[in-house]
């Protein structure tokens, strides 16, 4: 799945979904390898991980456990951190 297909707004948001939905098998294992997430979605780490960053601060609706949630952004900083640091 590309993530370039001129979705608009709602197509975006559901995007960003499946991005939540892949690190959700990856996240206690420091995110997704970055293979995986070019080959899936197309986009490099700083792109996925800033995106997924940006969906767990806008998804407060309680469809996750809060833990899970800032266990998540946590891997986010440290693999945004990690990117911009190589």
Do not use: Y
């Not at 499946?18 to 990856?26: H, M, N, P, R, V």
């Amino acid at each position: 799945m590309s993530v370039d297909s001129g979705l608009g707004q709602g197509g975006h948001r559901m995007i960003d979904d499946d991005l939540i939905g892949f690190e959700l098998g990856w996240f206690q294992h420091g995110g997704g390898p970055a293979e995986k997430i070019r080959e899936q979605f197309g986009l490099g780490d700083v792109e996925f991980f800033t995106r997924l960053r940006s969906r767990l601060d806008e998804s407060a609706d309680g469809s996750m456990p809060v833990h899970v949630v800032e266990q998540m952004k946590a891997v986010c900083r440290k693999r945004l951190w990690l990117a911009r640091a190589s």
